[in-house]
């Protein structure tokens, strides 16, 4: 069983930065692939960045492309979304997800339901 704890999370104004981090714990993390989501107040959940075991393989969503970057450290069983030049409509909670793939050291997954662990959230807000 694998924990995930984000933080990182707070109050920008639009054009700021924040850099989020998933700590994992309770299994090997280099056995897993992992993903960003969010999800804003009365939307769905929606694919945010996902990476590869390795960390060599990577994508995003369109909307943040460009100014979001995902990246881990299998070292310290932690992975990161940089986030940059930060938008109102980026408002809102942001969650982990990590992914199983024992086979598969290049597999990356955009869907929500691919992944096997959740991370409880931390919240972004974005103001004008």
């Known amino acids: 069983q694998v924990q995930l704890v984000e933080a990182g999370g707070g109050l920008v104004q639009s054009g700021g930065s924040l850099r989020l981090s998933c700590a994992a714990s309770?299994?090997?993390?280099?056995?897993?692939?992992m993903g960003w989501f969010r999800q804003a107040p009365g939307k769905e959940r929606e694919f945010v960045a996902a990476m590869s075991r390795s960390g060599g393989t990577f994508t995003y969503a369109d909307s943040i492309k460009g100014r979001f970057t995902i990246s881990r450290d299998n070292a310290k069983n932690t992975v990161f979304l940089q986030m940059d030049n930060l938008k109102r409509e980026d408002t809102a909670v942001y969650f982990c997800?990590?992914?199983?793939?024992?086979?598969?050291?290049?597999?990356?997954?955009?869907?929500?339901?691919?992944?096997?662990?959740w991370g409880q959230g931390t919240q972004v807000t974005v103001s004008s």
């Open positions: 997800a990590a992914k199983s793939t024992h086979l598969m050291m290049t597999a990356i997954y955009r869907q929500i339901d691919s992944y096997d662990y």
């Open positions: 309770g299994g090997t993390f280099s056995n897993y692939a």
